[in-house]
């Protein structure tokens, strides 16, 4: 097994980092791992995360849901009602802000492949990329669009989509810098990029501290705060035109933020701390759980 130990920080170039949070992989492997700061740019990663070589034995549980379409558990099923309701919500922002009814997308990490289905059913030409083999036979088999792996993406040479979408992906992806250039020179020069990511700048980050589900370790390699997510757009040509909370995030990470903790009546306090996170976020989605971020280019 080898580990990526980072000497420059991939937002600001930096070279000096501090401990940020000691945390378990609570989901898989129970293994221990430090989340570490830049202390030129507060960027916050996962300290010596494994490569892209090792890190599949990381993903391999039935529990983990973007990869699979489980219904056990109390926790699953209120996932699944979920889903629904955010790909209303996920269609409707980005018709607002590409300012399109239809049009070409590209939804890059796209799991089971819904939400392009979902898109394809309003109109637009739709395609998929998703690295897992599972996923995308699963995909292929229900759907009648394409769904390729990752080298078809980085072989992509002016495709000029409209959208370009990672919903909860870029936080998993190794080579920032080799995808963030990718999808710059294959969005239309109007296209809208659309990124979802969790936020540890958030109050449920805060109020669980280690135990906040979507710090997700090693699986989660970086963790933006919404001010150094802008940064880093920036350095990639893009600017960030709005951002919205994903307000159904919060309940759903605060449930499994309380079974981490092994706290008793976790579901009452998970939904607790959801409802209070959903409200203060309400009008400020830099402190959602998730931010979506909404780009075009510089
Ligand atoms: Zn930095």
């Not at 221990?32 to 916050?44: H, N, R, S």
């Not at 993903?59 to 109390?74: A, C, M, V, W």
């Not at 870029?170 to 294959?186: A, P, Q, R």
């Not at 309400?282 to 998730?290: G, R, V």
Request: glycine share 4%; net charge positive.
């Amino acid at each position: 097994m080898s580990n990526i130990h980072l000497q420059n920080c991939p937002v600001c170039n930096g070279t000096q980092f501090q401990p940020y949070l000691q945390l378990k992989d609570y989901s898989i492997s129970k293994e221990d791992f430090t989340l570490m700061e830049c202390k030129d740019c507060g960027f916050v990663f996962t300290h010596n995360f494994p490569d892209e070589k090792s890190i599949a034995p990381y993903y391999k549980s039935e529990d983990y849901i973007s990869h699979s379409d489980t219904r056990k558990g109390l926790v699953n099923r209120i996932y699944h009602v979920v889903r629904a309701v955010m790909l209303q919500k996920k269609a409707q922002m980005v018709e607002v802000y590409s300012s399109k009814r239809k049009g070409r997308l590209l939804d890059i990490g796209t799991g089971l492949a819904y939400f392009p289905e979902f898109m394809k059913s309003r109109g637009w030409q739709v395609e998929g990329i998703e690295q897992d083999a599972d996923a995308r036979q699963a995909a292929s088999k229900r759907f009648d669009f394409v769904v390729n792996d990752v080298p078809a993406l980085l072989e992509m040479k002016g495709r000029d989509f409209e959208v370009i979408s990672m919903w909860h992906v870029l936080e998993h992806v190794h080579h920032l810098d080799v995808y963030m250039k990718t999808i710059w020179e294959n969005l239309a020069d109007d296209g809208l990029f659309v990124v979802a990511i969790p936020n540890p700048d958030s109050p449920d980050a805060a109020h669980y501290k280690q135990y906040w589900a979507a710090y997700d370790v090693p699986r989660h390699l970086w963790h933006w705060k919404p001010q150094v997510f802008k940064t880093f757009a920036q350095k990639h040509g893009f600017e960030v035109v709005a951002t919205k909370p994903m307000p159904m995030d919060a309940f759903y990470v605060s449930m499994l933020s309380e079974k981490y903790k092994q706290a008793s009546l976790s579901f009452i306090k998970g939904i607790f701390w959801g409802k209070m996170t959903w409200w203060k976020s309400l009008n400020q989605p830099q402190k959602s759980s998730s931010v979506i971020y909404f780009m075009k280019k510089i």
